[in-house]
């Protein structure tokens, strides 16, 4: 049977697992789960579970995704990224499940967790997965502050830069956003990792730390090889361009290229960064493109009542500049 599993897997192409990791990438889950399901014996390949459990546990699909994961580990009992997704799952599950199934849900994805490190020892997001459920679990469910701050040291002997997202993430879930950036401050390395950045600029965020957060996302944008992290970034940059009134044409630059990547996907964000440019291109004085895209906007259906407040007073806007040039016109006044 295992020499079977290993013929299946060699004859699954690169080019394959490539092309549905862009489509998860892109978050086009729909066509990337249409065409798993069309794959022949998809189940009998582990790089394709992965793939499949990723879309699912993005898409908070955390029901379906643990039951895939069940049968995954089942599968492929020596597969890393699968134990440490069935882990990450189950615990995610146990927070919002009944209290009833929580502690024994997370217990057993603690143990995927230490599966997937115990093959893996350099598995940092496993590591990580851990030791923030450690920090913020309660005691009752098995949560273990000071196993917390011990795996954290352990993990700065082996990766300082893991280490200080965990020790920050640690200090964020304890509510000191001030301490957990004097640390990233103290101990960013040179040079510094994108993810380290993004945390760094999200604090600043969090703290209205406005021109600082735009400078340290365009910095985590340029240095970021994960596709996901870079137009995180990108779109954090277009949303304070717009809501701290930073720089403009780095805004639109950085939206235009998170609508082009996005474009046509189920990215949950595309239609903020489509109102976020419109925004931009009203500010600047471009009401063509600014009304193109509200235009589009106007049918996208968001349940987010300050997207749609912001969405009416936008259209309020393009609407009686409009008017405004009409009426000029009407009187022989140059717009």
Known sequence: MKSLLLLLSAALGSADIAHFEQLLAKSQYTELEHQMI???DY???GDLLVIYAKALIAQQRLDDANTLLNFAIEQFPQNIELSYLAGLSKIRLASDGNVFAAKDRAARGVALLQKAISLKPDHYAARAALIDFYSIAPAA???DKELAQQMTEELAKDNP?????AQSRILLNE???NEALALLNSMMPNPPTARLLARKAQILNEMAEYKQAFETYKDAAELATDLTERYNALYHIGRLAVIADQSPDVGISALQKYIDFYQDTENK????????????????GDSFEASLLVGGLTTTQVADEEFNLILVSLLSALKSKEQSKA??????TPP
Do not use: I, S, V
């Open 161 to 165: 830069a893991q280490a200080l997202l």
């Open 175 to 177: 509510n000191k956003p």
């Open 327 to 332: 009426n000029q016109l009407n009187e022989g």
């Open 269 to 284: 964000t595309l239609p903020w960064a489509k109102l976020r440019l419109a925004q931009l291109m009203y500010r600047t």
């Open 38 to 40: 069309q794959t022949p």
């Open 141 to 143: 469910a098995g949560g």
């Open 43 to 45: 189940k009998q390949h």
